[in-house]
């Protein structure tokens, strides 16, 4: 299918784009990677009157570590730029563990972290990531910047609170507080699918004591879940079997799936109690090395 006519801009500037996105109304949408917008417009889920291409805004092409240990994703980093980031790969092991199990590798090749946290879809595997490590995205437009946390920028299915005219233009992760570890695990149909069931979970310890945690899921619901409560009975105490199987138990609980083609929602239920307790048991293991190496 070919999409319906629209109007294409390519501006060379951050305030020429948020200046036409202005104009344009809610008729107007960014085109980052067009991983998602393209097919979306090729099917007419999607008719934008105007695209304002920010592939010209090459500053927005980056990711790096702030001295404080803020990682900053800007809008213009692809998929790719993280699978073979060895920042990524030292200080972020959830964001390693996820990167090459987004899309298929020419979709990696042009879409953005930030583009698929803006398209919002409930399958989308960065947002429980993000979420999970108590990211923020950063939006601009003609009234300035705003830093927005990944757990509200989200509102439904395909829809986040930013305003017509604001552009995402960077994701920030805090900075580690104690020792990272964690994992995303996913289910897909076959290599380069969407998830049928994802899990991030995040931890940091300080010794053997878990004292930051974020768990959420993906594809189990209308959006991303964070599961706050299994992610708080990990907090405050070593990793054990029985926190484990808590935490994994209480995820499980908060998971909305729904049986299709892929599965029973038991199943996935199932899978988001197994992935949890898969990623975190390979975590006690690193966590008593690390604290043993340090002791
Ligand atoms: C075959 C295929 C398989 C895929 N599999 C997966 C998968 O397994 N897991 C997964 O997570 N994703 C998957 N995707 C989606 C892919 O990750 C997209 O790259 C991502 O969802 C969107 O990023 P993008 O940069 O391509 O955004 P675009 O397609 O350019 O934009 C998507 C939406 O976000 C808006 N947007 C983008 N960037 C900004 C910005 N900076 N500020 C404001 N709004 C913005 C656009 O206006 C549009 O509404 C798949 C896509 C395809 C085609």
Redesign the pocket.
């Known amino acids: 299918m070919f999409p319906s006519r629209f109007r294409y801009e390519a501006p060379h500037s951050l305030d020429e784009a948020i200046g036409l996105l202005h104009d344009g109304g809610d008729y107007a949408?960014?085109?980052?990677?067009?991983?998602?917008?393209?097919?979306m417009m090729k099917l007419r889920f999607?008719s934008p009157e105007m695209i304002v291409d920010?592939n010209n805004l090459p500053d927005l092409a980056y990711h790096r570590a702030d001295p404080d240990g803020s990682l900053r994703i800007g809008?213009l980093c692809r998929?790719a730029d993280l699978e073979f980031s060895n920042l990524l790969k030292t200080t972020q092991p959830t964001m390693a563990a996820a990167a090459p199990?987004?899309?298929?590798p020419l979709?990696r090749n042009?879409?953005?972290l930030?583009?698929?946290l803006?398209?919002a879809?409930p399958?989308?595997?960065?947002a429980s990531v993000m979420l999970a490590l108590g990211g923020t995205v950063i939006a601009q437009g003609p009234r300035g910047r705003r830093a927005i946390p990944v757990a509200e920028f989200v509102t439904g299915p395909f829809e986040t609170v930013?305003e017509h005219d604001?552009?995402?233009?960077e994701a920030v992760v805090p900075p580690a507080i104690g020792v990272r570890s964690g994992g995303y695990l996913k289910l897909?149909r076959r290599v380069?699918?969407?998830?049928t069931v994802g899990v991030a979970v995040a931890i940091e310890t300080s010794g053997t004591t878990v004292i930051r945690a974020g768990i959420a899921l993906t594809g189990v619901g209308g959006s991303t879940i964070g599961a706050t409560d299994a992610a708080a009975a990990l907090t405050g105490k070593p990793l054990t079997a029985d926190s484990i199987a808590e935490a994994a138990g209480l995820a499980a609980g908060v998971a909305q799936p729904r049986t299709d083609h892929r599965g029973s929602a038991e199943y996935k239920r199932h899978l988001v109690r197994v992935f949890i307790s898969r990623i975190l048991g390979g975590t006690i293991a690193a966590t008593t090395a690390t604290a043993e190496r340090a002791a």
């Open positions: 949408k960014v085109l980052a990677g067009g991983q998602s917008l393209v097919p999607a920010i809008a998929h199990l987004v899309a298929d979709v042009r879409g953005t930030v583009g698929s803006c398209h879809d399958q989308g595997d960065w930013l604001e552009i995402a233009v897909e380069g699918d969407f998830a």
